[in-house]
């Protein structure tokens, strides 16, 4: 029996230097880390319009003196908690813009301006606005102003109007005989009328605890459940919560509320970081889903290519990232992501211009075989398959299309169009794949000089996901090959005891959740469901022990590089729904 979870039962804890605290919809959180790799002791509102800025520091201090420092913090879905002695103080994003801070008696709370200076056309303004008394921050760095409401308590104000090198900081604090004090920080762009405070802050903690447990009860349902584990318990809930609290509205060049990779550094969509995280959502919110499948074609260009990232006021086109949307669509389709006869025909064109891209710039004329330009452009930036040469026809890249070009043959005939061409050239590729085979495997190799790249790292086994498309034989040599790969927590991305492997080696090494998930599916489909199901156990386990890192290390388990990121959380939750639909047990 399963009962819909409650934020009244304990929400499983996080480190905020880890997890940011932030809210579905707002481009702000809470958190210490303000840059890449960068983590500071106080807390502090970071924005990410126009890239990732720390804009305020936010520290409280106890009125009966002592060091500033030396607070608790502890977070739940709703609610940031700042303990120390007898003080108390707590936040909670009343809306996507707003923020509500409030503290007892025994605590003040300073917001300190993060840049450290302001020039004429860096840093940060403060001034008091006449109309209402509140205090208002303006940031070069992300365009926005940061309006601070005293909502109950005083307010002081240093540094306003002041300019160049400044402190300017803004105190609240309780009134004499009154038993707290409580600020609102909102953010926005040019102007907006006084806030008026309709609601207590109890009752936005209460919405924000409803919001966030229904999008769980319906990304994870399973967490529910008394017989999960509890550590795939608590796991599917920080999951959904990274997912969710990553999730901005529509602004800049991101045009469809959009999950973003991290609301730490990683602060873009990636355009086939999407398709995961449009994966873990399928089920429980189509439209949502298909908004996060089809963010990057709003950015197709005129040659069917889609840009390399995007972010809120970034578009990248200088490289691109691997056509992985074909399975991503199927697997959609597969979770119940049902499509108008509108979008349908929609999603054929723009499938159908992203895939010409690849067959019409990406091959040399008169070879079947469509190529890289760089590590990037397959999304394994550093792989060893590059290091020889970078322009390379490698098999993954020849996998992924042939599995696109049969979608679009699908897509063809349910939008009345002949899909006999896509068939065509799905052969065609098919074909050429076989020029890649080394009897044991498959290898990329150089466009210009035609000799092989190397073949200790994971990419050239990606080709697995066409599996069930390709002879027997090469489906179990295949599966044979990632085997060489595993480690404790899954399938490493370099040979663990080749020379080129490297523990923090990005994509030499570590484990990462793309390239475990594609492995996976594809040996499943290719009927060696055991290592598929041996790999989705280590990979849980991993995140159940190391968190939703950007990668981990393949030996040990911990989590490498952004420590939030929701490709990981996605393709975790995607990985237990898959079990628990199976009725495999969970351990």
């Known amino acids: 029996m399963t009962r819909r979870p409650s934020m009244a039962s304990p929400f499983p804890p996080f480190d905020l230097r880890q997890i940011p605290f932030s809210r579905r919809g707002a481009w702000v959180n809470l958190s210490p880390v303000v840059g890449a790799h960068r983590t500071v002791d106080d807390v502090h509102l970071v924005s990410h319009r126009t890239g990732m800025h720390p804009v305020l520091s936010v520290a409280p201090r106890s009125t009966t003196g002592g060091s500033p420092g030396g607070w608790d913090v502890g977070a739940s879905a709703s609610v940031l908690r700042w303990t120390r002695d007898a003080a108390t103080v707590e936040a909670v994003f009343a809306s996507r813009d707003t923020l509500r801070i409030r503290g007892d008696a025994a605590s003040v709370l300073r917001l300190g301006e993060a840049a450290a200076e302001l020039t004429p056309f860096t840093g940060i303004y403060l001034f008091r606005d006449p109309r209402d008394a509140s205090a208002v921050f303006t940031s070069y760095e992300t365009g926005c102003r940061y309006r601070v409401t005293a909502v109950r308590g005083l307010l002081r ?184 006869d509108a979008e349908r025909r929609d999603v054929y064109d723009k499938l159908a211009r992203w895939t010409g891209f690849w067959l019409d710039e990406r091959r040399v004329p008169g070879r079947a075989l469509p190529h890289y330009h760089h590590g990037n452009d397959s999304g394994w930036d550093n792989a060893t398959v590059f290091d020889r040469t970078r322009v390379v026809e490698s098999p993954d890249l020849a996998a992924f299309l042939i599995i696109q070009l049969d979608e679009l043959a699908n897509l063809a005939a349910e939008v009345g169009e002949d899909g006999a061409v896509w068939r065509v050239e799905r052969d065609r590729v098919a074909a050429a794949l076989q020029e890649l085979w080394r009897g044991d495997g498959f290898a990329a190799r150089g466009v210009d000089d035609g000799l092989d790249a190397s073949r200790t790292s994971l990419l050239p086994l990606l080709a697995v996901t066409a599996a069930d498309r390709l002879p027997a034989e090469v489906g179990a040599a295949l599966a044979a090959g990632v085997e060489a790969f595993l480690t404790p927590w899954g399938p490493a991305t370099e040979l663990p005891d080749g020379p080129h492997y490297e523990s923090d080696g990005y994509w030499r090494g570590p484990i990462w959740a793309p390239s475990t998930l594609l492995l996976a599916d594809g040996l499943r489909r290719a009927g060696h469901a055991a290592l598929a199901d041996d790999i989705g156990a280590r990979f849980r386990r991993l995140c159940e022990s190391g968190g939703f890192a950007e990668n981990f290390d393949a030996q040990t388990g911990e989590g490498l590089r952004d420590r939030a990121y929701t490709w990981t959380a996605a393709a975790y939750l995607v990985f237990v729904r898959d079990a628990v639909r199976r009725g495999d047990v969970l351990s």
């Open 157 to 340: 104000v240093e540094g306003a109007e002041s300019l160049g090198a400044a402190v300017r900081a803004v105190e609240i604090e309780a009134s004499d005989g009154d038993d707290g004090w409580e600020v609102a920080i909102e953010e926005f762009e040019t102007s907006r009328p006084p806030l008026v405070v309709s609601t207590s802050f109890d009752d936005d903690v209460a919405e924000v605890s409803a919001e966030f447990a229904d999008f769980a009860h319906r990304v994870a349902p399973w967490a529910a459940d008394e017989f999960v584990p509890p550590a795939t318990r608590d796991a599917s809930v920080l999951a959904a919560y990274v997912l969710w609290s990553a999730t901005v509205a529509p602004a800049g060049f991101l045009t469809r509320e959009s999950v973003l990779m991290s609301k730490h550094w990683m602060d873009k969509v990636w355009s086939w970081d999407h398709c995961f995280n449009a994966l873990a959502l399928a089920s429980a919110d189509p439209a949502l889903a298909l908004d996060q499948f089809l963010a990057p074609f709003d950015h197709q260009d005129a040659s069917g290519a889609l840009p390399d990232s995007i972010a809120h006021s970034e578009r990248l086109y200088n490289f691109v990232k691997p056509p992985i949307h074909g399975w991503a669509l199927a697997r959609l389709r597969d979770e119940g992501v049902v499509l108008t």
